[in-house]
């Protein structure tokens, strides 16, 4: 029992830390040393030391790791865009090997279709507003997703536009251009409070879906290429762990902060649909004119 607690406590030292302190002269001994491959993969970005590292340190203390990383430990890990380019990368190729057959998977469900104007209409809002309101969302969804829903293009603007989009979709740059943004200006707004630069909540927002790949990839792994869908609740606990570590706030305070981050991610994401209603509206209009 006494091992196991002392165990735990070292643990937690190099949580902290990201080293222990007794183990440095050792390490030290070991690097001067050298070694037949030494060197050998240090210009591959998923085999050098520096990737193993922010492998590790993702997965066992994230938000100390975030913490170290913000405040200029740049030298001992992967940059934040380079690790979300490496590690996506991967489980991609790895979905991709495995080919994930999920029900549904060909065509993407606009989740505007089963809002109706008795959803959302009353007494206060006029009916043809709120009919044509839930239309300019569809019609958003659909212009951002005319590789799935090929029925939908009539010209060749929108055909060069939907495989614009498939090619996009296939390489995974629906997440570094969409989740990263959303999520970099989400956290951003939601914890202003905290006064970080908008370069650390880059970082920050990098290294979460970092941290959600991996869990996508255990995922896919273990369904043998069934399934890439992860349960919010594993995003939501990811999320409070990089809080209180990074933050030092507590565990309830973590809970409300994830919340709100998750609130403002769905209202840029709503923005951005009715941007893209507006402009798929104003092109139907001078396509008309």
């Known amino acids: ?26 390490s030290a001994r070991k690097k001067a040393e050298g070694r037949f491959y030494k060197g050998a993969f240090d210009s591959i970005p998923f085999l050098n030391d520096d990737a193993k590292r922010t492998f590790v340190h993702l997965l066992f203390r994230p938000g100390y790791m975030i913490r170290d990383y913000i405040r200029g430990a740049h030298e001992h890990y992967l940059s934040p865009l380079t690790s979300l ?36 209409s009353g007494e206060v809002l006029d009916r043809n507003l709120v009919q044509e309101s839930i239309h300019l969302m569809r019609t958003g969804y ?25 090619t996009l979709r296939s390489q995974g740059f629906t997440l570094f251009l969409g989740k990263f943004f959303l999520l970099w200006f989400a956290l951003a707004i939601a ?9 650390a ?12 790949s991996f869990f996508m990839l255990f995922y896919v792994i273990f369904t043998w290429g069934q399934s890439t869908s992860v349960d919010l609740v594993i995003f939501l606990a990811i999320m409070m762990l990089d809080l209180h570590q990074l933050l030092g706030i507590r565990w309830k305070k973590c809970f409300g902060r994830s919340i709100a981050i998750g609130f403002h991610y769905l209202m840029l994401e709503v923005l951005v649909v009715l941007l893209a209603s507006l402009v798929a ?7 008309v004119a």
């Open 1 to 26: 029992m006494h091992s196991l607690r002392a165990r735990m406590r070292a643990f937690h030292i190099w949580q902290e830390l990201g080293y222990y302190p007794w183990a440095r002269s050792k």
């Open 85 to 120: 380019l490496v590690f996506f990368s991967f489980f991609a190729l790895v979905a991709a090997l495995l080919k994930p057959l999920e029900e549904g998977k060909d065509k993407a469900r606009n989740p505007f279709d089963r809002v109706t104007v008795e959803d959302v």
């Open 142 to 166: 659909q212009y951002l997703h005319l590789d799935t829903h090929p029925e939908l293009v009539t010209t060749r603007q929108e055909a060069a536009l939907a495989t614009l989009e498939g």
């Open 191 to 199: 914890l202003r409070k905290y006064r970080l630069r908008m370069s």
């Open 201 to 212: 909540w880059a970082a920050v927002a990098a290294y979460y879906l970092c941290q959600t």
């Open 281 to 287: 509206v104003g092109v139907a209009y001078l396509r």
